[in-house]
Each structure stands twice: as structure tokens, then as C-alpha cells.
Nanobody
Framework: QVQLVESGGGLVHSGGSLRLSCAAS????????MGWYRQAPGKQRELVAA???????NYLDSVKGRFTISRDNAKNTVYLQMNSLKPEDTAVYYC????????WGQGTQVTVSS
């Protein structure tokens, strides 16, 4: 099993920045991809960014050029650096670890005021 603990959410003005962290523990060697998802009220959860063990990344089109996903293997932590935040980025952000099963963190709220 994998345990995920997210941190770094909060309230920020439009144009501001936040960095989310997701610390993994447990069967971390079984993880091949980690990703950040978000879910806004009344909307479906969507993939924001993902990174593989080989450091390949992919991003939601609307965040390309503004968000950067990275991982520190020594700390078993994945980060999401979010710059130039917009009100439409407001959502609960979840970390996911993909093994043979998917594991989710508890979520962290990001609120961007206009």
C-alpha cells in the first residue's frame, strides 16, 4: 500500500503562485506514475499534470506554461509549482500514485481570488 500526504494549498490572488507537495510512503517502489488532479465544485475530477518514473511529464492544456510538476526521489515527494494562477484554477487538488492499484491523497484546497 501507498500513503500520500498533500500540503501547500491555500488562498492566493490572481497572478500569484503556490507550490503543492505530495509525500509518499509505504510501497513506494511500486509507484510508476504520480499525478496531480483537481476537482472544482460541480465538475468532474481532471488530470492536471503527471510524471513517470522516467521523468516524462504531461499537462492539462490550460496549465501548460504555468504549472510544473517535478519529483524528488530521495524525499519520495512530488511537487506541483503553480504560477500565474487564475480564478478558474480554484479546486481541490489531489495527488495520485499509480501502481497496480491507484492511491489518492486527501486533497488540498486551492482558492484563487480575482
Amino acid at each position: 500500500q501507498v500513503q500520500l500526504v498533500e500540503s501547500g494549498g491555500g488562498l492566493v490572488h490572481s497572478g500569484g503562485s503556490l507550490r503543492l507537495s505530495c509525500a509518499a510512503s509505504g510501497s513506494i517502489r511500486s509507484i510508476y506514475t504520480m499525478g496531480w488532479y483537481r476537482q472544482a465544485p460541480g465538475k468532474q475530477r481532471e488530470l492536471v499534470a503527471a510524471i513517470t518514473t522516467g521523468a516524462s511529464t504531461n499537462y492539462l492544456d490550460s496549465v501548460k506554461g504555468r504549472f510544473t510538476i517535478s519529483r524528488d526521489n530521495a524525499k519520495n515527494t512530488v511537487y506541483l509549482q503553480m504560477n500565474s494562477l487564475k480564478p478558474e484554477d480554484t479546486a481541490v487538488y489531489y495527488c495520485k500514485a499509480e501502481t497496480l492499484l491507484d492511491y489518492w491523497g486527501q486533497g488540498t484546497q486551492v482558492t484563487v481570488s480575482s
